[in-house]
């Protein structure tokens, strides 16, 4: 698309199930239309040979589409109006499902109902922040949406947010505008990444913000954690034009992606809190916003030591291959996991002198896997250069699941029990402070 905008002729390869992607992301960069061919179903799972083939069957079609379509120029899209909608009904209750189908019909709604953004409502959120209401927090990928603090406050309205909740969801906003972050990649991926949101600092008590049982909902009392982490989905769709099977590829789905943010129980973390690890003061609030691709339950109620508990992590880690190799792919990004102790299981681990960087290298060494286990997801072509080499080695082979120790990131969050999480991410995390 940037090629075409220079004036060098483009053509689109495009697999049949990713036409409705192709035209939403070439429309966000200023392009009525860009020439394509059609290759068929997604060509996963098959034979190098057979892409070929695909690929090789259009060739003339190729050609044609470069020499023969007219040069596509960019243009500015229209500007929209803004517009009132009203919507009628018997009563109040059939007037608000109304409003919920239509918006759903637009593609506006995640699937449960929605506050009404009245513009009373949104004058009233936006008195939750003290920055202009044209203010751009981010040009949100994957539609390039142009992210203003009213954007954000109307789809807090939707989300069931108070205005005291805004702040937190603007500094997730600026988070995810980081390039670090890849929301590009989490937002359209064929996979189920979400952001996950672990909150910091005084503002967890302030606003109510569950950092122990049932941190990550349901229920009363991670109320708070919910409509925050809703409202953030309800951005990446409205403003950043993630909508499902346009943008949002994702092959199966997840109920992650409706809502994930809890707080850390920093008053049963027997280390440093993660804000400051980041460099941030323990009195400052933050929200940090993890590129979530999956999470696991990690059940150890029988482990005293900090071996045995983290014996059970480093199993946990070293099961589903195909995220965590992708530092070794040419196309990879670095995979920086999060270990979600409970307290129980951070009680032991600490209580024997371990820091978080003992448990680190415990991890990148004991959740290592042979190299015939990497062998078979992954197409020698696809690995890096610089790791070729590692394909001549020996299967057995002990290969590690991260590129280095410090990849990994620890929280403690949760109530009595051994029971913690593991979460792979798909990119880097990020932290930002947040403000009024």
């Given amino acids: 698309m940037q090629l075409e905008k220079l004036g060098i002729p483009t053509v689109g390869i495009v697999s049949s199930g990713f036409i409705s992607s192709y035209e939403a992301r070439h429309r966000a960069m200023g392009l009525d239309v860009l020439p394509r061919i059609v290759v068929g179903p997604a060509l996963t799972e098959v034979p190098p040979e057979r892409v070929r083939e695909e690929v090789l069957a259009r060739a003339e079609d190729l050609f044609r589409a470069l020499t023969e379509q007219p040069k596509v120029s960019a243009r500015p899209g229209p500007v929209r109006q803004q517009q009132v909608l009203r919507y009628q009904g018997r009563d109040v209750l059939d007037a608000l499902r109304n409003l919920n189908n239509d918006f759903l ?41 142009m992210g203003t603090v009213e954007k954000i406050a109307i789809n807090c309205v939707m989300a069931g947010c108070l205005p005291e909740h805004l702040p937190v969801v603007i ?56 409509v925050i982490g809703r409202a953030v989905r309800l951005v990446m769709m409205n403003v950043g034009h993630a909508y499902p099977g346009v943008a949002d590829m994702d092959t199966i789905g997840s109920p992650n992606k409706y809502s994930m943010c809890m707080g850390e129980n920093e008053e049963e973390n027997p280390w440093g809190p993660l804000h400051v690890e980041q460099g941030f003061r323990p009195d400052e609030s933050t929200v940090t916003v993890f590129p979530c691709g999956s999470h696991v339950d990690v059940a150890d109620l029988v482990s005293c030591t900090p071996e045995a508990v983290l014996t059970t992590f480093a199993y946990t880690a070293n099961a589903p291959l195909t995220p965590s190799w992708t530092w070794l792919r040419a196309d990879g990004l670095d995979q920086e ?100």
């Fill in 171 to 226: 500094a997730a906003v600026e988070a995810m505008a980081e390039p670090k972050f890849d929301l590009t990649l989490i937002a359209q991926s064929t996979g189920p990444q979400t952001p996950l949101l672990v909150i910091n600092g005084p503002i967890r008590k302030e606003l109510g913000i569950n950092s122990g049982r049932c941190a990550l909902g349901p229920g009363a009392p991670s109320r708070v954690n919910t």
């Fill in 105 to 145: 019909d637009r593609g506006w709604g995640d699937g449960f109902p929605l506050v009404p953004p009245t513009l009373e409502e949104v004058e009233g959120m936006l008195t939750g922040t003290s920055r202009r209401r044209d203010e751009v927090i981010s040009i949100m990928e994957p539609g390039s949406g």
């Fill in 337 to 436: 996991p999060l270990i979600v102790l409970c307290p129980d299981h951070a009680r032991i681990i600490a209580e024997a002198g371990w820091t978080k960087n003992d448990i680190r290298r415990f991890m990148f060494h004991n959740s290592r896997v042979p190299l015939r286990v990497l062998k078979n997801p992954t197409r020698p072509a696809a690995v890096a250069p610089g790791w070729q080499w590692l394909l001549n080695q020996p299967d057995d082979t002990m290969v590690p699941v991260v590129r280095d120790p410090k990849d990994y990131h620890i929280v403690v969050v949760g109530g009595a029990s051994g029971k913690s999480a593991y979460v792979w991410d798909w990119s880097a995390p990020v932290t930002k402070a947040i403000g009024r």
